[in-house]
């Protein structure tokens, strides 16, 4: 019984984290330019954060819950503009060079960017309530060792989908030229910046009662 519910959470929150996004394009990003361990640790911020609404979703903490739902206009509105200041910077810089020799110093900054802008989308927390009922998981907010549990599985999905990029990335890392990298920062960018629009104007629509 165990087992299968740590399974179950693992695969919910490798489902939860797979979708290409904003920070699927970061990872990417950071694994090309920096190397394995950058994108590593930007993977297991997200992961971390995807964990996080996992819990809420689970344990049924209302009160964070009705918060974030509540928030969560300004809390487009800031992911959002985190996205074009992103998307701005990388368009505004020069082809990268990838990192060589020693790790990247930046580690924290990776982890916590991505933590932040995946915490900047609490309709994740809906997602998880949606898969979990979809898995026959049962949350009736208690705190026993079985939600403990699923929420293990959770981070253990979510970290094995963020190992199966980076690995595979950085497996055809070594094939890309300065060109390349410079075309994966452009199209980063755009994308990004795609991404942005997107969040922003559903956020636009909404305020105006169109959706």
């Known amino acids: 019984m165990f087992e299968w519910l740590f399974l179950k959470g693992a695969v919910v929150g490798f489902l939860i984290t797979a979708p290409v ?4 394009i970061l990872v990417i990003r950071r694994t090309l330019v920096h190397g394995r ?5 930007s993977g297991a911020g997200s992961a971390v954060a995807d964990t996080m609404f996992g819990a809420i979703a689970a344990f049924g903490i209302v009160i964070l819950k009705s918060f974030m739902e509540e928030q969560r206009d300004y809390l487009a509105l800031g992911g959002g503009i985190i996205l074009i200041v992103m998307a701005l910077r990388l368009m505004r810089r020069p082809a990268p060079k990838m990192a060589e020799g020693k790790d990247p110093s930046g ?9 932040v802008l995946t915490l900047t989308n609490p309709i994740t927390i809906l997602s998880f309530m949606a898969v979990f009922a979809a898995f026959g998981v049962r949350t009736e907010g208690r705190a026993a060792f079985e939600d403990w549990l699923l929420i293990a599985g959770v981070f253990t999905g979510a970290a094995a ?6 690995e595979s990335v950085h497996y055809f890392r070594d094939r890309f030229t300065t ?3 410079t075309w994966a920062n452009r ?7 795609a991404f942005a629009i997107g969040v922003l104007g559903e956020l636009a629509l909404r305020r105006l009662g169109l959706i």
């Open 107 to 115: 580690l924290i900054a990776d982890f916590t960017s991505t933590l």
């Open 179 to 181: 060109t390349g990298l």
């Open 37 to 41: 361990l950058a994108g590593l640790f």
């Open 161 to 166: 989908w963020w190992v199966l990029v980076v």
């Open 21 to 24: 996004g904003p920070i699927n």
């Open 187 to 193: 199209i980063a960018a755009w994308i990004i910046l």
